[in-house]
């Protein structure tokens, strides 16, 4: 059947059709950007997992690759769940978990991890001894997968999520001289039960003498604006040390506020920035699309920088500006109230409005994307309440609430949007609050529109540049 392309995505990593779920995988080897994902090529629903792979000069032009990893050998029978790959000489290496079903309908199952190379960087060829580590540790329940990979002096360290026999979230840590044999390390982290009960797609890495773990921990309670998904990603900022494998940390803080961003991963690239891509849904997340022969989507290259306070900032790669096709200056120094609608023919879009916040009485400002009045996306932020606001309750063909998140912007606010022909991702005031979400607007809605409600605000930008279809 051909595809119905109307939500199709103009820069965003997708498959060439069907379901993809986590990224995995993410490396710059020999001068190319990598991204592998959890693909099932046959179906627009998760099922046997596949690595899908894309590749790129740049980190936005991206073009597609054969299948990476298919399950269905002795060591990955049921499927080849997420992990992460390394460069060992110029052998690209990916260690992922094989998957396997002992009883599918009552999901019982057990995970090992693998190992599978390639010179090219196209075509793997998985290793003979696999699988690599056969089993978790005794006192672990079946959840053991997800490793992340990575090089510290000469030994190769690896951590995956897991969860105690009383289902209390941990990561766990192995170590090898050699990406083959690993040894057992001990527990990294275990959480309580206020944290989940298994701690997806674990990442560690360092950050201006920082050590942060990121992970997607499952079933954390929602408490107010905070924890509003079924299943969260976040982080902790801390300090490790390596001789003593004890990891000392700060609070666990939600990394994007939207309500569809999940098992997010970061890599080095040869810049020395710390990039990190999501997946641009979530486990509960509606998926229209699948009415059109494909579902999933990764999320726009993001670098990730220490802020104030032990935050972290998320801001889109420099090289998203490859994709300006022309720019559009609307405003500058003007004051509004109500609001002002602007047709702009383009449904790749980046939009950048900075609201003066010292010169507007206004309670509210913000922007309405896609749409006014019946169906709208509508970005809020609350001068008092010192709160952005995404509601996506009028979007379209998938209706999700408000999501809000507090962000205290001290005289100025930026808001920085990146829209493709179904997904919004906000970045406010540098990346101090980030918001990404699908939207399925039911017809071509092009307007923007600005938004003071209950008084002036004082709009220094507001500038949109149309975007390229990379996939056209
Ligand atoms: C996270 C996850 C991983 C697992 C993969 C399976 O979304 O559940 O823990 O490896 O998806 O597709």
């Not at 997806?200 to 360092?206: L, W």
């Not at 209706?399 to 919004?424: F, K, M, N, P």
Request: glycine share 8%; hydrophobic share 35%.
């Amino acid at each position: 059947a051909k595809m119905n392309k109307r939500y199709r995505l103009g820069y965003h990593i997708m498959a060439p059709a069907n379901w993809i779920n986590d990224p995995n995988g993410l490396i710059q080897f020999k001068g190319e950007y990598h991204a592998f994902y959890q693909h099932h090529p046959y179906d627009e629903n998760w099922g046997p997992m596949h690595w899908g792979h894309v590749k790129s000069k740049d980190l936005v032009h991206w073009e597609h690759c054969p299948i990476a990893l298919a399950p269905g050998d002795a060591c990955d029978l049921d499927g080849c769940f997420s992990g992460s790959a390394v460069d060992n000489n110029g052998e690209l290496t990916l260690i992922y978990t094989g998957h396997h079903y002992i009883d599918q309908p009552n999901n019982i199952f057990f995970q090992n991890q693998n190992v599978a190379v390639s010179t090219d960087g196209i075509h793997f060829t998985k290793l003979g001894q696999n699988p690599v580590i056969a089993e978790p540790p005794t006192d672990s329940s079946q959840h053991f997968r997800d490793p992340k990979v990575w090089k510290h002096e000469d030994t190769w360290y690896m951590i995956l999520g897991n969860s105690t026999k009383e289902d209390l979230p941990r990561v766990i840590l192995y170590t090898s001289p050699d990406l083959r044999t690993w040894t057992y390390h001990g527990v990294l982290l275990q959480g309580d039960k206020n944290m989940g009960f298994m701690w997806e797609c674990p990442d560690f890495f360092e950050l201006n003498g920082k050590h942060i773990f990121m992970f997607s921990p499952q079933g954390i309670d929602a408490q107010g604006d905070k924890y509003n998904n079924l299943f969260q990603t976040g982080y902790y900022v801390g300090e490790y040390n390596y001789d003593s494998n004890e990891y000392k940390h700060g609070e666990f803080i939600e990394l994007d506020n939207g309500h569809d961003f999940y098992a997010v991963q970061t890599f080095l690239d040869d810049q020395g920035r710390r990039i990190a891509i999501g997946w641009m849904d979530m486990w509960e997340s509606g998926m229209p699309t699948k009415a059109d022969g494909w579902s999933g989507a990764l999320t726009i290259p993001r670098v990730i920088t220490l802020g104030a306070n032990n935050k972290l900032l998320m801001n889109p790669v420099e090289e998203m500006k490859l994709l300006r096709q022309s720019e559009h200056v609307l405003y500058q120094y003007r004051a509004i109230s109500g609001s002002y609608l602007t047709e702009v023919e383009a449904d790749l879009l980046e939009v950048k409005v900075v609201f003066d916040l010292t010169k507007s009485s206004a309670d509210l400002v913000g922007l309405k994307l896609r749409g006014t009045g019946e169906e709208e996306t509508v970005i809020t932020y609350s001068i008092a309440g010192q709160k952005l606001m995404l509601d996506c309750s009028n979007s379209g063909k998938k209706t999700d609430g408000v999501r809000q998140t507090a962000l205290s912007a001290e005289g100025q606010l930026t808001l920085h949007v990146y829209l493709d022909r179904s997904s919004i991702e906000i970045f406010a005031n540098e990346g101090q609050a980030t918001m990404t979400s699908r939207i399925y607007p039911s017809e071509k809605l092009l307007g923007i529109e600005l938004v003071a409600e209950r008084g002036e605000a004082l709009v220094n930008e507001l500038t949109y540049w149309k975007l390229k279809d990379i996939w056209q």
